[in-house]
């Protein structure tokens, strides 16, 4: 991929770059890796267009025209969703729209999004996440994250059990605690009572 355009999933979207790397360096997507990096490339471009929601869907409508490989059109199908959001509320709508039953671009706060309630929040919280036991086994854990627990219960037991890569044995709920200094986002407003934490700052996470 072209170094300016990583650089634009990086900064502009909040792209884990890495984490894009590797899924296009995957056995499912190596195949496709240039036709991908060209197509997200057209996408950076529609961009700075004067309908740039209209073009991405063209852009979109133009490259699938010939795909027949079910993985290749999710990947296709959700940078159109990602860009469309961006392109309609910048990273904030990206970040909120975001759709995470399927294969997603990651996408990784590294600053305060706003609008926010944080000022809200106390000065030290606990918070819960469901997910899978994998993150707490490696350290590697995601920015999202609530505090109730009830929700994190459904994240981690109701909201994916329909997908295929769902086993409810690998499942669970972590608890920490975060100062207010270390969120980037939080939406207590939303029944999800979201916050989206530094991941590096996070204290005394167990399994609850």
């Not at 309609?88 to 995470?100: A, C, E, F, H, T």
Request: hydrophobic share 35%; charged share 25%; glycine share 4%.
């Amino acid at each position: 991929m072209k170094a300016s355009d990583m650089e634009f999933l990086s900064n502009s979207l909040s792209f884990d770059q890495t984490w894009l790397e590797n899924e296009f360096s995957s056995p499912e997507l190596i195949t496709y890796k240039s036709i991908l990096e060209l197509y997200i490339s057209n996408l950076i471009g529609c961009l700075g267009g004067n309908n740039p929601k209209e073009d991405i869907l063209s852009c979109f409508n133009l490259k699938v025209e010939s795909i027949k490989d079910e993985r290749l059109y999710e990947v296709f199908d959700s940078m159109r969703h990602a860009f469309t959001s961006y392109a309609s509320g910048g990273l904030y709508d990206l970040y909120i729209y975001q759709s995470n039953e399927s294969w997603y671009p990651k996408i990784v706060l590294k600053s305060e999004l706003k609008p926010n309630d944080i000022l809200d929040l106390p000065s030290k919280l606990v918070i819960y996440r469901g997910c899978n036991g994998i993150e707490l086994a490696t350290g590697k854990y995601g920015q999202s994250w609530s505090t109730n627990f009830e929700v994190a219960e459904e994240f981690a037991y109701q909201h994916y059990n329909s997908q295929s890569w769902y086993k409810k044995e690998n499942r669970c709920i972590l608890k920490a605690s975060v100062s207010r200094c270390d969120v980037f986002f939080s939406r207590q407003n939303h029944h999800e009572k979201e916050v989206s934490v530094n991941t590096e700052k996070l204290i005394n996470v167990q399994k609850t």
